[in-house]
Nanobody, 115 residues
């Protein structure tokens, strides 16, 4: 079955950096678009970044220029490099993919940015 396992979250000061990883299994990873979402307390889950199987990327306006999504198809892993972090980036970050129209989610990893 499809499994997504995130790692790399933590506590960081404003202006700092973190890199999240999401290891995928049970899918043909190299052809699947992959997504990073986040959900802050009391807010809806929002799309942060996306990467196609071919490596094309898209970002939410709020993270453009600060976050970079990438993938390593040999390792079945997608990454989210987060730089210049702000307190408003504090959220649970989720990895996501869609297989035959069904969304799959990881368990999430907490990112907390202190001011």
């Amino acid at each position: 079955q499809v499994q997504l396992v995130e790692s790399g979250g933590g506590l960081v000061q404003a202006g700092g950096s973190l890199t999240l990883s999401c290891a995928a299994s049970g899918i043909i990873f190299s052809i699947n678009p992959m997504y990073w979402y986040r959900q802050a307390p009391g807010k809806q889950r929002e799309l942060v970044a996306a990467i196609s199987g071919g490596g094309g990327t898209n970002y939410a306006d709020s993270v453009k220029g600060r976050f970079t999504i990438s993938r390593d198809n040999a390792k079945n892993t997608v990454y989210l490099q987060m730089n210049s972090l702000k307190p408003e980036d504090t959220a649970i970050y989720y990895c996501n993919t869609i297989v035959r129209g069904y969304p799959y989610w990881g368990q999430g990893t907490q990112v907390t940015v202190s001011s």
